[in-house]
């Protein structure tokens, strides 16, 4: 059986004490703001980013993780006998695909497969979990890379925010989508669609954007067995409709907090669900 490392990003938002019971290794993007690099999730949490916005009004940038950085941390790895997947958000949204690529192709080594997730957030983390699992299952590094590649067009993703402006400023949504999002208390339900930021639906109002969102989970059918992700930042009102939907039916979750980078395009107020359907 061969001993694998899974390596992933930051933007993979899952609670610490999962990337620990799976032994993943987490690279941090860079937080900028001016001349001061952080890495995220490390050197700044979320609280402390969205009160440093808060208090100077400038929304920081984001930097990838760096070719070098990569290939420092494979060869880690690679020297204490491990093959590497490793994992990353869309690379339509990031260069810190790209860049695990060039690491790779330094190194010259088919010990590692670098996957680009087509997503981000944790719809990239649910990626990473089902690499951990199919690792246990002792399934080879390309067994596994070709096991992702499969499940990532299955990734179902409802997104809902209180507001677009961190997502156009970081051209990640249009200006015209983002003046819909502002007007008259409507909610913007996005989706991750093939690897970049795609506008599902438009509802009135927080518990629209509930039901909604509900209505995608019970729609596509989630396949058992594999973890649904309730993803937030500092949203109580629609996080707890969707907590109270589980309870009730006795479905199981995980609840996360995003991270600085996620954070950074999102805003603040904002949540939603990632799962496998089971199509």
């Known amino acids: 059986m061969e001993k694998i490392k899974i390596i992933t990003d930051s933007t993979a938002d899952l609670p610490k004490e999962i990337f620990e019971k799976y032994d993943v290794e987490v690279l941090p993007l860079l937080i900028n703001f001016g001349e001061e690099s952080y890495l995220d999730g490390v050197d700044i949490n979320l609280q402390q980013l969205i009160k440093r916005i808060n208090e100077e009004n400038v929304l920081p ?5 760096t070719p070098n950085r ?3 941390c494979y060869k880690k790895f690679l020297d204490e006998g491990y093959k590497i997947v490793s994992i990353h958000l869309s690379s339509n949204m990031s260069g810190t695909y ?5 690491a790779k192709d330094m190194l010259e080594t088919d010990n590692i497969v670098v996957v680009d997730s087509q997503t981000v957030t944790s719809g990239l983390g649910i990626l990473v979990i089902q690499a951990a699992e199919l690792s246990r299952q002792g399934l080879t590094i390309n067994e596994i890379k070709d096991k992702l590649d499969e499940i990532k067009g ?16 970081g051209g990640r949504i249009s200006k015209t989508v983002g003046v819909i999002g502002s007007v008259l208390n409507i909610k913007l339900i996005l989706e991750v669609k093939d690897g970049m930021m795609a506008v599902k639906d438009k509802v009135r109002g927080t518990k629209k954007a509930v039901k909604r969102i509900i209505e995608d989970f019970e729609k596509y059918g989630h396949k058992e067995g594999t973890p649904i992700v309730l993803f937030h930042v ?3 009102d629609i996080r707890e409709g969707l907590m109270k939907y589980f309870n009730e039916n006795k479905i199981e979750y995980i609840d996360t907090e995003v ?3 996620v954070g950074i395009h999102s805003g603040p107020k904002a949540a939603g669900l990632f799962f496998i359907d089971n199509k």
């Open 61 to 65: 940038t984001t930097a990838q993780v």
């Open 70 to 72: 990569f290939a420092e």
């Open 98 to 102: 790209q860049s695990a690529c060039i």
């Open 154 to 169: 299955h990734i179902q993703s409802s997104l809902a925010f209180e507001s677009l402006e961190n997502l156009v400023r």
């Open 234 to 236: 500092e949203n109580k």
């Open 259 to 261: 991270g600085c980078t």
